[in-house]
Each structure stands twice: as structure tokens, then as C-alpha cells.
């Protein structure tokens, strides 16, 4: 059996779990850039395999389980000071994502693009630099001439206004309209 993921279909499947991802990263490291970085190395992790997932399911799973312990590397590592959380609690969470639905992730993909594209040409163009692009925030900070906080604080804005914009479009889906 021959597998592998291009990185459109790798993006496509890990794109809905990202604040989700962030939130369980920031909840290890309790700081947003180290969570962002911890998150981006994943994604490093992840293209660098792409040879060895069977399905979207497996790269969501595999991703999990690499962003949670690139964060405990990085605690490990003693570059800065980290509150974790009781491995029990993060036994909950583990098997709370393990039994997630994703029957609805075409319409999730589909409510994302339509979500990108009502953002404003910047909070696009800092999308692009950052996940299409690969940079790292400071990468996309240098290259905006902008400080890594003032890119950190905008990514932060634009997954708020991603997530509310796919959940109000998922819940005109559920009530029987299409996504636009």
C-alpha cells in the first residue's frame, strides 16, 4: 500500500484543529509566541513525513501527539519557565480529541477558504507568509516590518475571527443553507 499526503490535503486536515492545537500547546508552555512556535515546529515535523499518513485522520492524530511533545521538549530544553498541566488532565484531553467527529470537516474546509476570504488583504497576506509560505512569525514579523508581538497579538485576532466565522457557517449548514 503506497501512502503519502501532498501538502494542500495536509493543510486541509489540520487547518480546523489549529486554535485547538494552539490552545493545548499554550496550555503546556502558558506563552503564546512559545505556543506558536511549538505549533509551527509540528507543521515542520509533519511535511517532513508526509510519506507515512494514511489519511487526514492519521495526520490529525500524529500531529497531536507531535505538538504535544515538541511542547515538552521544549519545557525540557529549561528555556524558560513553564506550568504544566497534571498529566491526568492531559489524559482527558488526549482521549476528548481521540473520539472528535470530523464528519463534518468538507464543510469545515470549505467554510475556512470562505472565511480567509472575507478577512482584510492584510490579515490574507499574514496567513499566506506564515502557513502557505512557511515562514515563522518573526520570519513574517521581518518581512511586514513589524515586531513578532505585533504578529503574534494579529494571529491571534485573525483565529478568533476564522473560528467564529466557520462556527456561524456551520451553523447556517446545519440549519439547511449552503456556505457562501
Request: glycine letters at 6%.
Given at each position: 500500500m503506497i501512502y503519502?499526503?501532498?501538502r494542500t490535503d495536509i493543510l486541509r486536515a489540520l487547518m480546523p484543529e489549529r486554535t485547538k492545537q494552539i490552545a493545548l500547546a499554550w496550555s503546556i508552555l502558558r506563552q503564546s509566541h512559545l505556543s506558536e512556535d511549538a505549533y509551527?515546529?509540528?507543521l515542520a515535523r509533519v511535511f517532513e513525513n508526509d510519506s507515512?499518513?494514511?489519511g487526514p485522520q492519521h495526520v490529525r492524530d500524529w500531529s497531536w501527539k507531535v505538538?504535544?511533545?515538541?511542547c515538552y521538549?521544549?519545557?525540557r530544553q529549561q528555556k524558560y519557565k513553564a506550568a504544566l498541566l497534571?498529566?491526568?488532565?492531559?489524559?482527558?484531553v488526549d482521549a476528548e480529541l481521540e473520539q472528535r467527529d470530523t464528519a463534518d470537516m468538507p464543510a469545515r474546509v470549505d467554510a475556512l477558504h470562505n472565511c480567509i476570504e472575507?478577512?482584510?488583504e492584510k490579515s490574507r497576506q499574514i496567513i499566506r507568509l506564515r502557513y502557505f509560505d512557511g515562514l515563522a512569525g518573526t520570519q513574517v514579523a521581518e518581512k511586514?516590518?513589524?515586531?513578532?508581538e505585533t504578529v503574534y497579538k494579529s494571529l491571534q485576532r485573525i483565529y478568533v475571527t476564522l473560528a467564529q466565522c466557520i462556527e456561524r457557517k456551520m451553523t447556517a449548514v446545519d440549519m439547511g443553507d449552503t456556505i457562501s
Open positions: 503519502g499526503m501532498d509551527q515546529d509540528m507515512i499518513f494514511e505538538l504535544r511533545n515538541r521538549e521544549f519545557i497534571d498529566e491526568s488532565i492531559l489524559e482527558l472575507e478577512l482584510s511586514l516590518g513589524r515586531k513578532p
